[in-house]
């Protein structure tokens, strides 16, 4: 498929689809974009296992690292790669490698790698590149627009509450729960 | 939606509003309240490290001004935008986080007068440094140009009116020398203009005018086009180097193309606070969802107005760029297709005296220092706003003794002319 730009509804069915997020490349510096990632997915209610060789069993915001995906000790629904687009092919490896396959490969904002996204579909994957999941989340929410930010999504049906806490909004479609 | 991209008139009513999620309030509310509860020790601490969004004090962000800054974001084809307090707020806020003392600025000649004024002298005391350039000579920008420039600023259609800017070549100048382009677009307001399509980085408004458009409250708006790279010097260390503020965090970094709205949320609105209230920001907002239908008949009747006067025997020169033959009349046809504006000046054979006698016979226009209003109004800026200055000075202002300022207003155009007519008649 065309990575340049993404429907909505695509990036919608796989944030609400998935469940448990491995992310590649954590930082553990709480000001790194990565940490604000994967705190933020973690708040929202995914399962997030950070991997980072580097701090393999440290354990930050509640989140225990993973040396890489093999060790992670859950099935895997989507690896977010917080990685230079040159290590992507390598990242793809271990995932194509893994058990039990996730069904989802996210790159961030700046990492895209086509050839690799070519491969990881052809492996029955999902593949997002060069956007964040923070930001979509907060976009297809609505939250991001408490920031002034511009969400580029009109809708006149009801935000929904996830039902923990005033300050947070699903990303489930809206409306009416007897229309669903 | 579809995946089509809504349209302006269905962004000015739609755009970053919702139905509230807890009451189904289908009108954006007036959250008027100064903080927000937390809902535990750890989400304070994530909304205080910038990590998760949210609210947390009214001076930092509210969510009835949050509507109108993705609002007014959308409109513009920004990122990301700031609502302040005013217009004067959102200039101070976007240049405090561009420079540090010691920098220069360029910007136009041809500004409202209040900003040539916190220009000159205001910033003056934060060791910010203005240069001049012409915008009817744009080699004038390139030539102002130095090491120390941080930023160019100019306005759309510039006040007191009739002025239209190059948009384009002044970004193509700033491109050249690595700083953003700051574009005024208070008087052409995106219906008429996105300049962020011309090549400008940030686009400042005073909301105090055409967005709310009914003269009822002032604010101000700042849009971040995400297009500067900020990361590519070190010279915008807001925005490239880790903050202090934040624990270390690189704004850039972290936040990508919105990064300057935020850095002037968190380092600007924060520390210096000029906070809009969210009662102005739902005025605004509920003015903003007839931009589009008040811009095309406030441009239709100030087309009428300018013929009309140009063709008055007591009126010696009507400077509108919608009227052909007007000097900036081929920059009109390219940046403003749908209609020039409102706003513009005229001069009056009969000088001082003519003009100070027509802003007293006048009944429907009101006579006071405002632009962007419903409500057709009129000003002799030679014996209001300008009066302190040197007779010489006047007129390089365009403010000689001849010329009145209109802004022209929505009623029936029929009405705005016959009442210059009869106070014409008097002079
Ligand atoms: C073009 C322009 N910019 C800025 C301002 C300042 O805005 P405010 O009065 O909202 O501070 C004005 C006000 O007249 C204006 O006309």
Not at chain 2, 33 to 39: C, I, L, P
Not at chain 2, 329 to 355: D, M, N, Q, R, S
């Amino acid at each position: 498929m065309n990575h340049d730009s993404y429907e909505d509804a695509y990036i919608r069915a796989i944030l609400d689809g998935v469940r448990t997020i491995a992310v590649v490349g954590a930082s553990a510096n709480p000001v790194r974009p990565s940490y604000l990632v994967m705190t933020y997915l973690a708040e929202r209610g995914y399962t997030v296992y950070p991997v980072n060789p580097g701090q393999a069993g440290k354990v930050v915001a509640g989140l225990t690292f993973s040396r890489s995906l093999a060790d992670v000790p859950v099935p895997i629904d989507m690896v977010d790669v917080f990685r230079a687009p040159e290590h992507v092919p390598q990242v793809l490896d271990e995932v194509l490698a893994l058990a039990q396959r996730p069904k989802v490969l996210w790159t961030q904002l700046g990492v895209r790698d086509d050839a690799a996204a070519a491969r990881a579909e052809a492996a029955g994957l999902q593949v997002v590149m060069n956007r964040c999941p923070k930001i979509e989340y907060g976009r297809l929410s609505g939250e991001i627009g408490w920031s002034g930010v511009n969400a580029r999504t009109i809708s006149a049906r009801r935000p929904k509450l996830m039902g923990q806490g005033v300050q947070r909004l699903s990303i489930a479609t809206r409306g009416p729960a007897s229309e669903r | 939606m579809s995946a089509r991209e809504p349209g302006f008139a269905t962004l000015a009513v739609h755009a970053g509003a919702a139905p509230d999620p807890t009451t189904g309030a289908r009108a954006t509310p007036i959250y008027q309240t100064t903080s927000f509860v937390f809902e535990d020790v750890d989400h304070a601490a994530a909304l205080f490290g910038l990590q998760t969004f949210g609210n947390i004090y009214t001076r930092i962000g509210n969510p009835t001004n949050g509507v109108l800054e993705a609002r007014v974001a959308a409109l513009e084809g920004g990122t990301a935008a700031l609502a302040v307090a005013s217009g004067h707020a959102a200039q101070h806020l976007v240049f405090h986080t561009l420079l540090t003392p010691g920098d220069e600025f360029i910007a136009s000649t041809k500004l409202y007068g209040g900003s040539i004024n916190q220009f000159s002298h205001a910033f003056k005391s934060f060791g910010w440094e203005v240069v001049w350039a012409d915008p009817d000579d744009i080699s004038s920008f390139e030539k102002a140009v130095s090491p120390k420039t941080k930023a160019i600023f100019v306005e759309s259609i510039a006040n007191p009116g009739g002025v239209v800017t190059d948009i384009a070549a002044i970004s193509a100048i700033a491109k050249k020398a690595g700083v953003p382009l700051i574009v005024d677009n208070t008087l052409a307001t995106p219906y008429l203009w996105q300049p962020i399509k011309d090549g400008a980085d940030i686009v400042v408004h005073s909301a105090t005018k055409f967005l709310g458009g009914h003269g009822n409250s002032i604010g101000g708006v700042i849009v971040d086009a995400g297009t500067f790279d900020w990361s590519a010097t070190d010279r915008y260390p807001f925005l490239s180097k880790p903050r202090p503020e934040y624990q270390g965090m690189v704004l850039h970094e972290t936040f990508g193309n919105f990064a300057f709205a935020i850095a002037v949320r968190v380092l600007g609105l924060r520390d210096l606070g000029p906070a809009l209230s969210p009662f102005n920001a739902f005025m605004i907002l509920t003015g903003i969802e007839t931009l589009g239908l008040r811009m095309q008949r406030h441009s239709e009747n100030a087309l009428a107005v300018a013929k009309y006067l140009a063709a008055h025997p007591k009126v010696e020169w009507v400077s509108y760029p919608g009227l052909d033959g007007d000097k900036y009349h081929a920059l009109a046809a390219k940046y403003l297709p749908k209609g020039a504006g409102a706003v513009f000046t005229f001069g009056l054979k009969g000088g001082y005296e003519a003009g100070v006698r027509l802003v007293s016979s006048v009944e429907l226009f009101s006579h006071l220092a405002n632009i962007g209003d419903t409500r057709s109004l009129i000003i002799h800026p030679a014996s209001t706003t300008h009066r302190q200055l040197s007779d010489e000075a006047k007129v390089v202002a365009g403010a000689g003794p001849e010329v009145v300022r209109l802004s022209v207003g929505i009623e029936d155009p029929a009405d705005i002319i016959g009442d210059l007519e009869q106070a014409l008649a008097q002079l």
